[in-house]
Nanobody
């Protein structure tokens, strides 16, 4: 069973930056389109950014376009999310997973808190 481990979250002031990492264990991500999702308190999990298997195509939610950058390192079995110009509304638990269903078992996520 695939394991996804997210890391890199933390507390940051508005306007700051964070870089999230998602390491996959047991199963390779090399041929999977991957994505980052987030879930804020009281809200449903939402798509944030996605990347094709070779990194050639990326897409973003309108709310993060121009501020976040998704990337991947297939030999390291890792996906990244560079988050710049953070806003308080970016506060959420961030998760990674394959883009389409059936998705892998969700990891624990990493908490991102942006203070105003």
């Amino acid at each position: 069973q695939a394991q996804l481990v997210e890391s890199g979250g933390g507390l940051v002031q508005a306007g700051g930056s964070l870089r999230l990492s998602c390491a996959a264990a047991v199963r390779t991500i090399s041929f999977a389109a991957m994505a980052w999702f987030r879930q804020a308190p009281g809200k449903e999990r939402e798509f944030v950014a996605g990347i094709s298997w070779n990194g050639g195509v990326t897409r973003y939610a309108d709310s993060v376009k121009g501020r976040f950058t998704i990337s991947r390192d297939n030999p390291k079995n890792t996906v990244y999310l560079q988050m710049d110009s953070l806003k308080p509304e970016d506060t959420a638990v961030y998760y990674c997973n394959v883009q389409t269903t059936p998705q892998w078992t969700w990891g624990q996520g990493t908490q991102v808190t942006v203070s105003s």
